[in-house]
């Protein structure tokens, strides 16, 4: 968390965000006892969204990158359920409408608690969608389908947070 040198799963740059994405994905691929294949296919299926996710943001931003990772574990993990399209995207919304106000301040000991924060709600967009409770458009950040939530959030974290990175970068270097 606190920029290891060693070698870990990398996401969009990002160990922490790698962790995030894979851990609970193998995890309730152990639980659940899934075949290797489908294992492989959440975890990409996951690494994707996350990516994708990431290309509205951009590589930096005060937007905490572990959401994006937390939403696509919870996508992998409803994969692994056997989730359809329509499920795996509504995890994503569900999860991105809960937590999209996290900040990063940088990849230290705090961003365990975020992770865990993130891969909670990606958990919880499945666990919603699952019992037919979902985020609709006009619901804070959810906009009319995953494509637009996504630009939402992408827009929200390179240009709305772009004062908050400035100030974050100011309290970080001043005793």
Do not use: W
């Not at 995890?27 to 990516?51: D, F, H, M, Q």
């Not at 969608?129 to 827009?155: M, P, S, W």
């Amino acid at each position: 968390m606190n920029g290891c040198e060693l070698q870990v799963v990398v996401n969009s740059g990002s160990g922490n965000q790698g962790m995030t994405v894979a851990v609970p994905i193998l995890v309730y691929a152990k639980y659940l006892s899934v075949s290797e294949e489908t294992l492989l296919r959440a975890l990409v299926l996951a690494n994707l969204i996350a990516i994708y996710e990431k290309t509205g943001i951009g590589r930096l931003s005060a937007y905490c990158g572990a959401v994006s990772a937390g939403a696509a574990a919870g996508a992998g993990v409803a994969y692994l359920h056997g989730g359809d399209y329509d499920t795996v995207i509504h995890t994503v919304v569900n999860s991105l409408a809960a937590s999209s106000g996290i900040v990063c301040d940088g990849a230290k000991a705090s961003c365990a608690a975020k992770i865990a924060l993130s891969v909670y709600s990606g958990l919880l967009g499945y666990e919603m969608y699952k019992r037919g409770q979902q985020f609709y458009a006009g619901d804070g950040i959810v906009a009319c389908g995953v494509e637009a939530t996504l630009k939402n959030v992408g827009e929200l974290a390179s240009k709305g947070m772009y004062e908050t990175n400035n100030e974050i970068i100011r309290m970080m270097t001043t005793c």
